[in-house]
């Protein structure tokens, strides 16, 4: 008859979660759920223009950058002609390619002038809205306006010039649009990929280099720049990008940081 009446007794309890259970059910969903200043980071971290693990070696990438485009710089000032350097890839003193190369040499020069970088930039950065990267689109303006006018500002310094007094030379702006567009577009693709240090780093670098590759090629064939114009130029993008990237990541948090902090004093 005991054993019966425990039968019917546990038959009329189900069973039900230990108190150890449902306390710590609530702790375990925390650890999955960041709140507070770590979600923030953990959001952070997923938009930011410059990925934190590229952030050390792209930042020595712009100091090596820098230094070349100083140091070409002071070796150039003030020329008029081609260097040593220039005259083992061409002697640039006429169009240096024919149809059908012509062609396409024009075509990449025309995305380097008003007109074609507006509609270039234009497009990247409703791509980056689109995909809600504002971030990166801010970083795609702001590191081509920063590139193109840091540029502009090495020419008038360093003074070289082809093809008469009024044509400054080094750095090549149109190299600089164009790798600094690149290296926008490669660290957009980064974060949004995940990618590791080395293979964003690999994208990263193969990115401007091809991009640098195929301006610098268009405007030296075209006779519009030196070959080292065209380096001074990628370096130039180089240099300046990864600052610009940090910059704006450093302002977005600030922002972001204040509207947290006005969100809590509203509530309280």
């Not at 090495?154 to 567009?181: C, E, M």
């Not at 590759?213 to 519009?224: C, H, I, K, Q």
């Not at 240099?239 to 940090?246: E, F, L």
């Amino acid at each position: 008859m005991a054993a019966h009446r425990s039968d019917e007794g546990a038959h009329s309890h189900p069973a039900s979660p230990s108190q150890d259970q449902q306390h710590h059910l609530p702790i375990a969903e925390s650890h999955r759920r960041p709140t507070g200043h770590a979600a923030r980071v953990t959001g952070r971290s997923a938009s930011a223009s410059l990925p934190a693990p590229l952030r050390a070696w792209l930042g020595l990438t712009a100091l090596l950058a820098a230094l070349v485009v100083v140091v070409l710089g002071v070796l150039y000032a003030g020329h008029s002609e081609s260097g040593r350097v220039d005259r083992w890839f061409v002697e640039p003193t006429a169009d240096s390619v024919g149809p059908p190369w012509r062609r396409v040499a024009l075509a990449l020069d025309f995305l380097g002038e008003p007109a074609g970088s507006l509609m270039l930039v234009g497009a990247i950065v409703a791509g980056c809205l689109l995909l809600r990267r504002p971030r990166a689109a801010v970083l795609v303006a702001a590191g081509v306006v920063m590139s193109v006018g840091t540029a502009t500002l090495l020419k008038h310094v360093v003074g070289r010039t082809i093809h008469g007094d009024g044509n400054l030379s080094y750095p090549s702006g149109h190299t600089a649009f164009f790798t600094a567009l690149a290296l926008a577009v490669a660290l957009l693709a980064t974060g949004w990929l995940g990618l590791s240090r080395t293979a964003g780093m690999s994208l990263v670098l193969v990115a401007a280099l091809a991009a640098g590759a195929a301006m610098g090629w268009a405007e030296v064939a075209l006779s519009a720049h030196y070959p080292t114009d065209a380096l001074g130029g990628w370096c130039t993008a180089l240099a300046v990008v990864p600052a610009t990237a940090w910059l704006v990541d450093r302002a977005a948090d600030r922002l972001a940081d204040r509207r947290a902090d006005a969100g809590r004093r509203e509530r309280l």
